[in-house]
């Protein structure tokens, strides 16, 4: 099979892109999207022209890596699966098919189809971790945790930071995101002593990165890669409004993480 491809040229962060069409070569269906554009890059290579620059690593569905709005749709047309996930055969022989970046203020474009998502990275640092010492793996059921919290947190921790619901969100909100860091961490004894500081970081940094407000539309739950839920930001809304209550500080300190 063979497609159109009308992909999103872009030189650098300062100059302005462009929509470019190409015509593929000859594609297996059973290949992975990213694979095609690996295909698409050594005709252009060959042809002594720009290959496609996108963001790739794993591409197993674990990494978060993979960035790509098709058809204008954050990750592809099916719902739960990341790009490098997403096959040939979804599509139809001949089809034309748009491919775009990220497009979010906080997530500014390097290159192509390449954006900077850093500001997640700086989110994370705030606040998403335990700065206790935890020592070596403890046995077995040493500490309990309610199976529904455990199960929760494994939801939550399932977040890949891939930057989808940032990119569906008409607001370029990062709520889903922080909710299930915040979440994961939370529901847990292990997070309990920072829960409040810890939200009151993570949000504050949210908003010194610029990315807008959560309204409640559901479009980042409807992209998620992972499925992460809506109620994940009730969470998230519910501890943030304990943490103003109790006046707790928004900065959390990075000690002997172990």
Known sequence: MKVRLKVWRQKNAAAPGQFQTCETPELNPNMSFLEMLDVVNEDLAGRGEDPIAFDHDCREGICGTCSLVINGKPHGPHRGVATCQTYLRSFQDGEEIVVEPWRARPFPIIKDLVCDRHAFDRIQHAGGFVSVRTGSAPDANAILVPKENADLAMDAAQCIGCGACVAACKNASAMLFVAAKVSHLGLLPQGQPERYRRVKAMVDQMD??????????????????????????ARLNRDYAMALVRGEPGKVTAGAAG
């Open 208 to 233: 010194r990165e610029g990315f807008g407000g959560c309204t409640v539309t559901g479009s980042c739950e409807a992209v998620c890669p992972k499925e992460i839920s809506l109620d994940f930001i």
